[in-house]
């Protein structure tokens, strides 16, 4: 008898990493390591629209903006000109997202986006 | 001896080594990280005059630490009082930095470490002579063989100085704070940002973790005729980069006046003033980036909000 209400526990707990079904709002992040300094960055997808990302507890990017598109996503953001869009394919693995280029004229965003994964943290 | 004696030693003992320390306690907080042997015998070696020629400056005297490790002159006086031609920047948020020195003539802050020992308007010290005192100095004698397994030797110098700058690295301002956990930050900051991103147009050259990028810009400060430093230039020989210098990171810029290669404004609000309209400053640049062949018409209250903006930036550890 005791057992359902632990595993009723369990699986409340569980849920809280488990990312909303196919969207981005919430914090997600991808951890490397490159010659022995570990990297982290956290990207922030808020419900107003906009996104933040920070590396290592630096901001490195913000005021941006991001409009899902069923399985695309449209980005805005300063790095190159906030009129430029960035489309990249959104494929949901897991607890995991994965970015795949569509379109993107600034070099900078596509070569920090174009093949990247991230890692649900949580719905914040 | 008497123990009134013993007892008024160990005070002057005290007090002095209390005085010694005045300089470091101001960024404690920053210098009191975890730190391991090699950061803290590179500190050790930072903030110690015996890699100048005349063993009366260190590299704390142009990286000051109270003022963000940069040099509140324009341009630095090294030894014997040689005036230099640049301003020393901050070494802090250095640790990711592809280049090093206003020109980019160090690709690596290991590079970077050994110059301005040996630089003859800095530290005027041969590298190959500071090992030698290194060397004639039994507490170094000590250190380098205790960190390195070795006697002191160049490459360990640069290792152990290079390793102490990249602790010095700071992200605990009301800007992150704000942009990560939702903190407060003032209006006229928040104002400030926006202006950064839109209007005022610095994001175009200020961005990324330390708000600055890879690249050499030449923001107009170069005529041919008064403001002669030709930057980038003299270290690529490519005629394209005449009057270009690295983009400046802008993480603690708000204690690290004055600003530019030459150190020619003397607050934040002489480069905003600068940026609204370069023209009325120096007026026939050649090669001025084309970011800046417009005026970007702010008006007081917006140039106040970007001042906000950057005093955001500030670490808490440099103003507490």
């Known amino acids: 008898m005791t057992k359902f209400p632990c595993l009723l526990t369990l699986l409340l707990l569980a849920s809280c990493s488990i990312p909303p079904a196919h969207h981005l709002l919430g914090k997600w992040n991808n951890v490397l390591r490159r010659q022995g300094v570990t990297y982290e960055f956290v990207a922030s997808f808020k419900p107003d629209g906009s996104y933040d990302g920070v590396l290592n507890g630096k901001v490195l990017v913000s005021g941006g903006t991001y409009e899902e598109h069923g399985d695309t996503v449209n980005f805005h953001d300063p790095v190159c000109n906030i009129s430029y869009t960035g489309q990249y394919l959104l494929k949901y693995v897991n607890d995991s997202v994965y970015f795949r280029l569509l379109s993107d004229s600034c070099t900078l965003r596509r070569e920090g986006t174009d093949g990247v994964g991230l890692k649900y943290l949580r719905n914040k | ?320």
């Open chain 2, 1 to 320: 001896m008497s123990p009134i004696r013993v007892a008024a030693c160990i005070l002057v003992l005290t007090l002095a080594a209390a005085a010694l320390s005045c300089n470091d306690t101001q960024t404690s907080s920053v210098m009191s990280r975890s730190m391991g042997p090699v950061p803290a015998l590179g500190r050790r070696l930072f903030f110690d005059p015996i890699l100048s020629a005349d063993r009366r400056i260190s590299c704390s005297s142009c990286h000051r630490p109270q003022f963000a490790f940069a040099d509140t002159s324009a341009v630095s006086i090294g030894v014997f009082g040689r005036k230099g031609t640049r301003n020393a920047p901050s070494v802090m948020n250095v640790d990711q930095q592809p280049h090093f020195f206003w020109d980019g003539r160090a690709a690596t802050l290991e590079q970077q470490a050994l110059m301005p020992i040996a630089n003859p308007m800095e530290m005027d010290l041969p590298v190959d002579l500071a090992i030698e005192r290194l060397r004639s100095d039994s507490f170094y004698i000590h250190a380098f063989r205790s960190v390195f397994q070795r006697n002191p030797d160049s490459a360990g110098l640069a290792t152990a100085l290079a390793a102490f700058q990249r602790m010095l690295e700071t992200s605990d301002t009301p800007f992150d704070e704000w942009k990560i956990n939702d903190a407060k930050l003032n209006d006229s900051a928040k104002r400030g940002y926006a202006l950064f991103n839109g209007k005022a147009g610095c994001v175009r050259c200020h961005f990324g973790t330390n708000f600055n990028n890879v690249e050499f810009r030449n923001i107009g400060l170069y005529d041919g005729k008064k403001l002669i430093d030709s930057g980038r230039a003299a270290i690529t020989h490519d005629p394209r980069d005449l009057g270009k210098f690295k983009i400046g990171p802008l993480r603690n810029i708000a204690l690290t006046a004055p600003y530019m290669h030459n150190g020619m404004f003397r607050s934040l609000r002489e480069v905003i003033d600068y940026y609204n309209d370069p023209d009325k400053v120096v007026s026939k640049p050649v090669g001025r980036d084309v970011f800046l062949s417009q005026p970007l018409h702010l008006n007081e209250a917006e140039k106040g909000d970007l001042e906000a903006f950057l005093r955001s930036l500030t670490s808490r550890s440099l103003i507490e």
